[in-house]
């Protein structure tokens, strides 16, 4: 509705010669009384004399930019002092006193005085000691590495194997081999020795033997004797809920799972449904093991309990059991995991397919009898599914083979190896790793060969799937339910809680 009306000196017409003259004629207009700096200071602002040479290459701009950093550079040259010594006077020789004064003021390892401050210099009154006093006793501390044992941890303090074995024998702990977890924390007191061709007693040692237990060993009257003390822990297992929103492991994280937790999640989730089919409203049960001492340490175990309540689909209950010596997880009626896919004995690809092809090495078309999976020299393979080793060893143009017997006329071969990992007759179970991948035999390089065979006679391996399904009964059955009730029952950072109100009591 409205037109804007824009105009400048430079536009002709009375309107501007309008405009130019009641300029001219008002004496209330300000007049610029800044001083040549600033003025400069606009000045360069508005010219942009230091712009961005990475921008606008070619341009004036960029050319105005260039002739400023080159002045600048010129300038710095023409300026600098170069690179010839500037002469200084040095200082005069110290005569003998003044060396002497200047020495009892350095500082000096311990082995050589430690002299600070200004003293007098030592003179020919001083005689050195035969030897060095020790000190009464030796406070460290000391921790079990990654391999390492107890007895090795005490043998790098100073603890002669003597004490170390009395030790062992005090706490009633097998403490020689890997009991003991990396990281754990040795508190040594070490006294005074009578000679020092002897390593130094040990007075006392404390360290956390488990998370329920510590242990404490002090010399009284010469004897080493030990007192175990034992700390009150919560075992409740730790709940976690959420809705997954844009990412269920951030939701989870953010929420307070531990990442291993979380991970061992999802692999169950996807035993059972795509991860990519998990809604954003959708909403996660997480459970683990869990225990808090009531000093304060924790330990986050495996996961228990996996649940995922679904805006669309069917619902997710998950819980882990042991039968028969085998952990899984099982659905909440019972029945454990199921596989009716096709199992990729090695992290690859497939590169050749089941059927006529041209032999690479011998140079004319036959039967290729399996699938051929590309992966790198030393690669696990896996077992497809259960069974037993029928064959394991030297195999013609296979190499170094292994051959699985599945039961009801089911086998699987596997080729090329570089080595072997399992024998002939032993049972095998799903995963489980039965070799390396190689280029044993007629092979052009390192892959496997996986054979899939029914009743003697090689198929196509993509044909066939395993489905592999544990279920429960009778008191199997009984007891499951019981603990996935029990746990299902658990409140939401219940374990949190517990482990807070035991500190509040503790601090009262």
């Known amino acids: 509705m409205f037109q804007k009306n824009e105009f400048g000196t430079a536009q002709g017409g ?25 003025r400069l200071k606009d000045w360069a602002e508005d010219v942009e004399l230091v712009p961005d040479l990475g921008q606008r290459v070619g341009s004036l701009t960029w050319f105005r930019g260039l002739a400023t950093c080159t002045a600048l550079c010129a300038s710095a040259i023409a300026l600098s002092p170069g690179f010839n010594p500037i002469p200084g006077t040095s200082e005069p020789v110290m005569d003998a006193r003044q060396f002497d004064e200047v020495r009892s003021q350095m500082i000096t390892p311990l082995a050589l005085g430690a002299d600070s401050g200004r003293h007098m210099g030592a003179t020919d009154a001083v005689s050195s000691l035969k030897e060095t006093p020790e000190r009464p006793q030796v406070e460290l501390t000391a921790q079990i590495g990654n391999g390492d044992s107890f007895a090795r941890a005490l043998s790098r303090a100073g603890v002669s194997s003597a004490d170390a074995g009395r030790v062992i024998g005090l706490t009633g702990l097998d403490l020689r081999g890997d009991a003991l977890k990396p990281g754990t924390r040795l508190d040594i007191v070490l006294g005074r020795r009578i000679s020092r061709s002897v390593p130094r007693p040990l007075e006392s040692l404390s360290f956390r033997a488990r998370l329920d237990l510590a242990i404490d060993v002090t010399r009284l009257n010469g004897t080493l004797q030990a007192k175990r003390i034992p700390i009150r822990v919560d075992d409740t297992p730790l709940r976690i809920q959420g809705t997954v929103g844009e990412s269920l492991y951030r939701s989870a994280r953010a929420a307070g799972a531990p990442p291993k937790a979380v991970q061992s999640f999802l692999r169950t989730l996807m035993q059972q449904i795509s991860i990519g089919s ?111 080793v029928a064959f394991a060893g030297r195999h013609g143009g296979h190499g170094n083979y292994v051959k699985l017997s599945h039961g009801g006329g089911l086998a699987t071969g596997y080729a090329h190896m570089s080595r072997i990992a399992a024998y002939p007759g032993q049972r095998v179970r799903r995963g489980q790793v039965i070799g390396y991948v190689g280029s044993s035999g007629l092979s052009t390089g390192p892959h496997l060969h996986y054979e899939l065979y029914r009743n003697g006679q090689t198929v196509n391996p993509s044909s066939v799937s395993f489905t592999t399904t544990s279920q429960l009964a009778g008191r199997d059955l009984a007891a499951f339910r019981a603990r996935l009730a029990a746990l299902k029952s658990i409140r939401v950072g219940a374990a949190v809680q517990t482990a807070q109100v035991a500190g509040t009591a503790r601090g009262k």
């Open 278 to 388: 998990i809604g954003a409203n959708d909403r996660y049960d997480i459970i683990v093991a869990h225990r808090r001492a009531e000093t304060g340490d924790v330990e986050v175990g495996d996961l228990l309990y996996a649940g995922l309540k679904r805006a669309r689909g069917k619902d997710i209950d998950m819980l882990k059991w042991t039968t028969g010596g085998r952990t899984e997880w099982f659905e909440a009626s019972g029945v454990g995991e199921r596989r009716g896919v096709l199992a990729q004995p090695v992290s690859g690809r497939m590169t050749s397919g089941y059927g006529m092809r041209r032999h690479p090495i011998l140079g004319f078309t036959r039967m290729h009898a399996g699938i051929d999976f590309a992966a790198a020299y030393g690669s696990p393979i896996y077992a497809a599914t259960d069974g037993v």
């Open 14 to 38: 009375a309107a501007p010669s309008l405009w130019l003259a009641g300029a001219i004629a008002n004496p209330g207009l300000p007049v610029d009384t800044r001083d040549w700096r600033a």
